[in-house]
Structures are given as C-alpha cells and as structure tokens.
C-alpha cells in the first residue's frame, strides 16, 4: 500500500499537544452498550473492520515522520492497514452478577492498557466483555480522532454494517479512503473575525479566567495535573425526565437551559457547604459545528464558558432567563467558531513550542466544570422493540453509557436513551475524590 497522509487540523495538533505535555490526562472517550442476547465475535471484527474503512480515520496514526519542512510545525494522519480484527479483544467473565459499574470501574482500572498514543496506535480501540447474563461492547476513541457525536456515528455504522452481514443484506458501498472525513471544515481566520461584533466577545470570552481564575471547587489531594482516573453514571427513569421537561416547558425553556441553570444553582449551593464562597462560577458548554446532514468522524467542536458571579445565581425563572441570555450571545457572536479559527495562529510555531506553551497556560483557563448535553441518542432506529430499546442483530441494546475524557476539571456527559436520562462523569481523583464526586453528582439530580 502506498503511503497516504492528510494534514491534521488544528484540533487535531493542539489535542495531541496537549496530550504530551500532560500524560497523566484522559483524552480518550468510551462508549458502552450493554447487550442482551448473542452477539457473534467474528461478525463483529468483519463489521469493525468495514466501519473503518468507511471512516478512514479510524485507520491512522498522528506523524510528524513525512517528507516535508511543515513537519516541524505540524503532523498529518497517515493511513495504516489496521484492521478491525487488530484492535478487537474479547473477555470472558463468570461472575453472573457483573453489572455496568463493573463495566465502568474496569475501563476506568484498565486506562493504562487502554490508552491510546496516536504517534503508534490507531484512534480506536474495541474490547468485548461476555458475561453469563450478559455483553459489554466498549469503543474506546481518542478526541483528537473525533468529538463524542461522531464516535456515535461511528456506532450506528458498525451496527448497520453488523446487520447487514447478520441477515445477509446487499453490502453498502465504501468510501475509496478520500480522506473527507479527516479534516474539520474550512474555517480559517478572515477580516471579519476582526470586526468588533465578532472579536470583542471573543476577547471576553477566551481570556476571562486568565483575568479570574476559574475556581476549583472539588476538594482533592493536589492542585497539580496528575491523579487516577474515575468515572460514574448515575441514570433518571422515564418518570423523573417527564417531570424535567414539564418544568423545562412551564419555563418556556429547553432542557439544556432548565440543565445549565440547575447546575448553577448547585454549584453555588455545594460552594458554601464544602468550601469558602466563590468568587466566580465557570461552566464550558461545548458548541458543535455539524449540520445534521455532516455524519463524518472529525472533531467539530469548541466550547465558551458561562460565567457568573454567586450573587447573580437566584431562583430558577430567573436562572433560565440569565442563562438563555448568555448563550443567545455566544451563539450570536460565533464565539466558539471564532476560538477555532484564532487557534490557527498556533500553528507557524514549532510543535516543541506549542506543547510548552499549552503546558505552561493550560490551568489558567480550567473552567469549573464541562457541561457537554448531546440530546437523544438513536444507535439503531430502524430495528427496535415496542419497548423503546434499539437492537445489533440478536441482541437488545439495553443501555449506553458514554464515559468523557478527563483533565483538570470534571466532565459531565449527558444524554437520553429510550426516555432515560443517563449521567457520565469523569475526573482524576488528584482534583475530585471519588466519595465527593459522588455527593456532588447526587446534589446536581435531586435538585433537577
């Protein structure tokens, strides 16, 4: 096979970057299904394997080991003939009573193994845990790879092309390996990003908590970037997420507002139970670039903080109304878009410079907590029973747990899944100690 490389975006560059200066983070994410019934381990590796040829980034490895100047300042993604035979594992377990905190607690124990080094590993990584009751499939994929909605892309094509092997269907068409799904979209800085409605909010927005810093509300053993990784779910039934949307409703609000808001409110409140009062509260709520149409596996994603003084958090009709505003404006301003295109000036510097760079700022702008709702998830929504739940082949998808990345600050994925709200957080424990994560997590449902 001849030699393919594409150039990494800047995302790509600045993820990885950061990854070397600080190898103690968790950048990768997983997604698990728990399945109920047979799952075939050789179709799975055929159906792995077509997925990552229709997403040809899936196959790469992150080099800077190319024929030209520009490696000095940046690396491109080269295509390997990585397999899905070659990064599928299976285990089996006997205890019959292994359950999905199990699942967790051995992806969380197991991070060193399963970590990714992109200079020598492909994005990806697939493990298969068979128990006696039931089946833990785990993608595990590094974020410079793609952003949590498009590694979920990457599922429901497995479980399409599983199908279609399973029932002996007329085979999809693969992409030739175009690199389309590579690169994020063309967004480069221009003269308009100059303009005051576009620059002005995203001074104020970028370098805010370089002018205060965020506060580190989670009382753990070092301030340092390093520690263990740990991750929890925590689930709300269909009854509770009815009573989440009537009142998300009765606001004139969406769900993600009514999220945001309460989530205010409990960091005020745990403020003044653990520690001594904040001075301000930042939240980063990522922002996707993707139309509805965009199914590629590329990370298309920023964030901007929201960031509020304690005195300013209040009831909850006045907390939607402060919150809507605030994210009106960032949405307005294109603040997300514009952090994207102003992290392009990162790249004339040498990559030895940027990792120190990153290295040496990183903390000044760590916000309180990462706030990330991707909405409801549909992994196979042309085969599911009359009880809501989706299925791969045989099995019955009983439920999905996305496990975020870790840094120096709390991630909070959330979505729903056949009227469930399910909760994923993940910390290092240096930041955030296991039983306080649990008391904070429990805080934020009561009070939804």
């Known amino acids: 096979m001849d030699d393919k490389v594409f150039p990494a975006s800047i995302v790509d560059d600045i993820t990885y970057c950061v990854d070397k200066a600080y190898p103690s983070l968790v950048l990768s994410y997983a997604w698990i299904l728990t399945l109920e019934g047979e799952v075939s381990l050789e179709i799975s590796r055929k159906a792995l394997d077509k997925t990552m040829r229709y997403y040809p980034k899936s196959r790469c490895i992150l080099t800077n080991a190319y024929p030209s100047y520009k490696r000095w300042f940046r690396y491109c993604w080269k295509l390997t003939e990585c397999e899905g035979n070659d990064i599928l594992q299976e285990i089996r377990v006997t205890n019959p009573d292994f359950t999905v905190a199990d699942a967790v607690k051995h992806y969380a124990d197991n991070q060193v193994a399963l970590s990714i080094d992109l200079s020598s590993h492909v994005p990806l990584k697939a493990l298969l845990i068979r128990t006696p009751e039931r089946i833990f499939l785990f993608f595990i994929m590094h974020h410079a790879a793609a952003d949590g909605l498009g590694g979920f892309f990457f599922i429901q094509k497995f479980i399409q092309y599983y199908e279609d092997i399973l029932y002996r269907r007329e085979a999809t068409d693969e992409p030739a390996g175009t690199f389309e799904d590579i690169p994020l979209p063309d967004i480069r800085l221009s003269w308009s990003d100059l303009s005051p409605r576009h620059f002005r909010p995203f001074l104020q927005n970028f370098f805010l908590t370089f002018k205060k810093p965020a506060l580190n509300v989670f009382p753990g053993k070092s301030k340092g970037i390093s520690g263990t990784f740990k991750a929890?779910?925590?689930?709300?039934?269909?009854?509770?997420?009815?009573?989440?949307?009537?009142?998300?409703?009765?606001?004139?609000?969406?769900?993600?507002?009514?999220?945001?808001?309460?989530?205010?409110?409990?960091?005020?409140?745990?403020?003044?139970?653990?520690?001594?009062?904040?001075?301000?509260?930042?939240?980063?709520?990522?922002?996707?670039?993707?139309?509805?149409?965009?199914?590629?596996?590329?990370?298309?994603?920023?964030?901007?903080?929201?960031?509020?003084?304690?005195?300013?958090?209040?009831?909850?009709?006045?907390?939607?109304?402060?919150?809507?505003?605030?994210?009106?404006?960032?949405?307005?301003?294109?603040?997300?878009?514009?952090?994207?295109?102003?992290?392009?000036?990162?790249?004339?510097?040498?990559?030895?410079?940027?990792?120190?760079?990153?290295?040496?700022?990183?903390?000044?702008?760590?916000?309180?907590?990462?706030?990330?709702?991707?909405?409801?998830?549909?992994?196979?929504?042309?085969?599911?029973?009359?009880?809501?739940?989706?299925?791969?082949?045989?099995?019955?998808?009983?439920?999905?747990?996305?496990?975020?990345?870790?840094?120096?600050?709390?991630?909070?994925?959330?979505?729903?899944?056949?009227?469930?709200?399910?909760?994923?957080?993940?910390?290092?424990?240096?930041?955030?100690?296991?039983?306080?994560?649990?008391?904070?997590?429990?805080?934020?449902?009561?009070?939804?």
Not at 286 to 291: A, D, G, L
Not at 336 to 363: D, G, Q, V, Y
Not at 428 to 436: A, C, G, I, Q
């Open 232 to 448: 929890m779910v925590r689930h709300i039934p269909p009854d509770r997420l009815a009573k989440i949307r009537g009142t998300s409703k009765q606001y004139g609000s969406t769900i993600n507002d009514y999220l945001l808001a309460t989530m205010f409110q409990t960091i005020k409140k745990w403020c003044r139970e653990w520690i001594k009062p904040a001075d301000r509260i930042y939240i980063n709520v990522p922002m996707s670039f993707r139309t509805p149409e965009d199914r590629t596996l590329s990370n298309v994603l920023s964030g901007a903080f929201i960031s509020l003084n304690p005195e300013s958090i209040g009831t909850s009709e006045a907390m939607l109304t402060l919150v809507r505003k605030e994210i009106i404006e960032l949405a307005d301003s294109n603040v997300a878009r514009t952090i994207i295109r102003f992290s392009a000036l990162l790249k004339p510097l040498l990559i030895s410079a940027r990792i120190s760079l990153l290295k040496h700022t990183s903390l000044g702008y760590a916000p309180t907590i990462v706030l990330s709702n991707m909405g409801i998830l549909s992994p196979n929504p042309s085969h599911q029973d009359n009880e809501g739940f989706h299925y791969l082949g045989n099995a019955r998808i009983a439920n999905i747990h996305g496990i975020p990345a870790a840094a120096a600050w709390p991630m909070l994925l959330l979505y729903t899944y056949n009227q469930r709200m399910i909760f994923n957080l993940a910390f290092l424990d240096s930041f955030f100690e296991p039983e306080t994560a649990e008391k904070f997590i429990d805080s934020f449902l009561k009070a939804l």
